[in-house]
């Protein structure tokens, strides 16, 4: 059974940086997509960045030159690297995996919600001005 972890979120102030962790367990694809999403109340989960399983990334615009996603393969361990942060950037981030038929669509759908199977508990990033 995949379970996903997320971990790292908090409070920081405009300008300031933060890192997420999401650790995977049971995860036996060798072929894959994951992704971070964030959900602010009342609106739909957007895609911040994903990566395939072979390193090939893709950044939301409004996130591009501010986050950097990484893959530990050997930890089993999706970061979000997350500087200059801005109010804008609050939100509850979910981490979210593929199996490994996400593989081959991961540059197209990488940021649609639905195209993953698995899903983290979220975790709260707040930035104050």
């Known amino acids: 059974q995949v379970q996903l972890l997320e971990s790292g979120g908090g409070s920081v102030q405009s300008g300031g940086s933060l890192r997420l962790s999401c650790a995977g367990s049971?995860?036996?694809?060798?072929?894959?997509?994951m992704a971070w999403f964030r959900q602010v109340p009342g609106k739909k989960r957007e895609g911040v960045a994903h990566?395939?399983?072979?390193?090939?990334?893709a950044y939301a615009d409004s996130v591009k030159g501010r986050f950097t996603i990484s893959l530990d393969k050997a930890k089993s361990t999706l970061s979000l690297q997350m500087s200059s942060l801005e109010p804008e950037d609050t939100a509850e981030y979910y981490c979210?995996?593929?199996?490994?038929?996400?593989?081959?669509?991961?540059?197209?759908?990488?940021?649609?919600?639905?195209?993953?199977?698995?899903w983290g508990q979220g975790t709260q990033v707040t930035v104050s001005s």
């Open positions: 990566i395939d399983s072979d390193g090939t990334v």
């Open positions: 049971g995860y036996a694809y060798s072929t894959y997509c």
């Open positions: 979210a995996g593929g199996d490994e038929g996400t593989y081959d669509h991961c540059s197209v759908l990488g940021f649609t919600e639905e195209f993953f199977n698995y």
